[in-house]
């Protein structure tokens, strides 16, 4: 908060009501800018920032979204920001064909989708090419609905399976159908469920020999101390010869 009001009270009053920092003027614009950089420094550092940890790294090339900063070979390149947004986008990309296959999916997807919805603006502006678009889309605009619906509903039951997983509950295994990137989704779900099982059949049988190893012990133990009593209270016996 920057005011001419330079009075304790006010200053008080203004952080109060929600201000990180207060100046009065006359000012110094240096020290300004320095409390403003020491304010986003620590909303970056300290603060529920979202862009925190924010970090993509891919062959050399490191994108720090939080502080917006593109970093070749660990040297800095200073870029506007019209060239920093060029960058994200083709770090998307490349994010995007990590998995060629799934990558290549989404683009003749997309591809499929905006052609039926030009070919349906086309058939607003000339009807005769119904003609040719009702059996496209009955051959093709169909099946593509059915696939993406099949794909939508088996990716829901991995992600309900996974939410399961989180909070505890061992549940059935997820169906691995075909050879997609979901299928292996949901085969090394299958195989995280089935470690987290192991363990824990592994930490209940631990469990189980310490304690047969603690009643042996003690079994062991109370033993002898058991017998040396009764021998004493036979030795105060009087009547024993």
Do not use: W
């Not at 502080?67 to 920001?81: H, I, Y």
């Not at 947004?85 to 994010?95: A, D, M, N, R, S």
């Not at 678009?133 to 093709?140: A, E, K, N, R």
């Amino acid at each position: 908060m920057l005011s001419a009001k330079s009075e304790d009270m006010d200053k008080i009053l203004g952080l109060q009501v929600g201000a990180d920092d207060y100046v009065t003027k006359p000012f110094n614009p240096l020290e300004l800018i320095a409390r403003v950089k020491s304010q986003l420094r620590r909303y970056v550092t300290l603060g529920t920032y979202e862009g925190i940890n924010k970090v993509i790294d891919l062959k050399g090339l490191t994108l720090d979204q939080s502080a917006k900063e593109v970093t070749v070979n660990g040297e800095v390149v200073r870029l506007t920001p019209i060239e920093y947004k060029i960058v994200e986008l083709f770090q998307g990309i490349k994010e995007a064909f990590l998995n060629r296959s799934v990558g290549t999916q989404v683009v003749l997807l997309l591809i499929v989708v905006f052609g039926f919805g030009f070919g349906a603006a086309v058939v607003v502006v000339v009807p005769e090419v119904i003609l040719f678009y009702g059996p496209l889309f009955m051959v093709v605009g169909i099946p593509l609905l059915v696939i993406i619906f099949k794909c939508s509903g088996y990716f829901n039951r991995i992600v309900q399976n996974t939410s399961e997983l989180a909070q505890g509950e061992m549940g059935p295994d997820v169906p691995i159908i075909g050879k997609s990137t979901l299928a292996t989704l949901a085969a090394n779900i299958n195989s995280l469920k089935h470690g987290v099982k192991t363990s824990q059949r592994e930490q209940a049988k631990s469990e189980r020999l310490k304690t047969e190893l603690i009643t042996n012990v003690s079994h062991d133990l109370r033993t002898p101390l058991t017998s040396i009593i009764t021998y004493t209270k036979l030795l105060k016996t009087p009547d024993i010869p």
